[in-house]
């Protein structure tokens, strides 16, 4: 029973940073992984479809990493949350601008979003017997939404740890790295980074302006490399 | 803006102890407020009906008290947690014992409930301007949940505040008071006990043998009062 506890969950978005922290979880774990990703009403939906191809990939490697656990709460969202214009088709999604420097939170902020799934994933955590929650959140290069913030995450931690019958620990290996060093991660750790998608707009092909296509431009550019999701479309 | 948010949230089950805690809320609180209810595929379902009936009342005296925001999570809580007695007919619910004397977490805990339902309300808190979320939890004549514990409200108030856009207080009036206590309070404030449901069992009657009824009638019986609910099933 104790042995069993050391299985892993990894959130899975579908987009860059969720995939490099599987992939650091893939490599770094020894025990069974359970993939969880979430249908919450994302205007970009279309990222769930990615987060399966980026677990598949991980599965065709080994059955250790289980099949994605794909859970639908819009309805949740949808009686929660109206103001954030990542789940409401009628509000516009802003062009990218440099939030961190005027301590704004823009309109994509999703209220609740990360307490939520991190408290999904402890009851999960809870019934499958796993000590460690993945999540990739980052407080660098990132939109400045407040549940990415270390702060939170130690909270939530606690939280979690006291709220359910055992410890279970929340690890951020991307909390303080650049786009950039993401990037590098991903390539250290073979993550599927072709399959990712982070465009909020989710159309056919990311649209290069939203702050998600932005801090992953950045992140490749400061990189010194090509983005292999945009080299597959191009290649298409 | 600012005003708003003294908007409150109150967490109503159905139960003896939300229903005082909606009462306490209703008395000291001058802005609105805002009940909330789940059904989370909980045995004891008949609960939400008396937590409709316990909200009535209080809107009936004040249209401060908004109509009860019932938010289902069946589906999520089926998809997530097998374990609980509580949410699983097939399994027996156990008769009460002593809990705290073994530090025995009895098979009726939900894991990951309060964190879930905390999560939830934060969420909603934020779309409302809400800065108080009353819930009626209590650590002394209770079954040894940890999701009820001074230290996970704690942790959780914590991470509601860092991550969500403005403060949040979690309010807990009950937590140090005994189940004789809790219904003088009740009787203070005025609360309609008799609407209120507790048995986990949801029978056509309280069994009178699961560790709610126990616990609800060793608190009455330690304040010297008969239970206005079984007084009324009693004259039925």
New interface residues.
């Given amino acids: 029973m104790a042995g069993q506890k050391s299985n892993t969950i990894v959130l899975v978005s579908g987009g860059l940073d969720s995939a490099v922290c599987l992939s650091i979880a893939f490599h770094k774990e020894q025990r069974d992984i359970y993939p969880v990703s979430f249908f919450y009403g994302q205007r970009h939906a279309k990222e769930c479809f990615h987060a399966d191809a980026v677990v598949q990939h991980f599965r065709n490697q080994s059955p250790r990493v289980k099949a994605l656990?794909f859970?639908?709460?819009k309805?949740?969202?949808d009686?929660?949350?109206?103001?954030s214009s990542l789940t409401d088709s009628t509000k516009k999604i802003p062009d990218h601008f440099p939030y961190q420097d005027n301590n704004t939170?823009p309109s994509t902020?999703v209220?609740?979003?990360?307490?939520?799934f991190?408290?999904?994933m402890?009851?999960?955590a809870?019934?499958i017997e796993a000590g460690k929650i993945y999540i990739g959140v980052n407080a660098l290069d990132y939109s400045g939404y407040?549940?990415c913030?270390p702060?939170?995450i130690k909270?939530?931690q606690?939280?979690?740890s006291?709220?359910?019958?055992f410890p279970k620990f929340l690890i951020t290996p991307l909390l303080a790295l650049t786009k950039a060093e993401i990037v590098k991660e991903g390539l250290k750790y073979n993550a599927p980074i072709k399959y990712t998608w982070s465009c909020y707009r989710g159309g056919a092909v990311p649209c290069g302006t939203c702050d998600s296509c932005k801090l992953r431009a950045k992140g490749f550019e400061a990189a010194g490399i090509k983005d292999p999701a945009l080299e597959e479309i191009n290649n298409d």
Same sequence: chains 1, 2.
Avoid: K, W
Avoid at 111 to 116: L, T
Avoid at 162 to 165: A, D, Q, R
């Fill in positions: 656990e859970i639908r709460i309805n949740l969202f009686q929660l949350v109206s103001s939170i902020f209220p609740g979003r990360n307490i939520i991190l408290a999904c402890a009851a999960y809870e019934e407040p549940d913030r702060a939170f909270a939530m606690e939280a979690i006291f709220g359910t019958t």
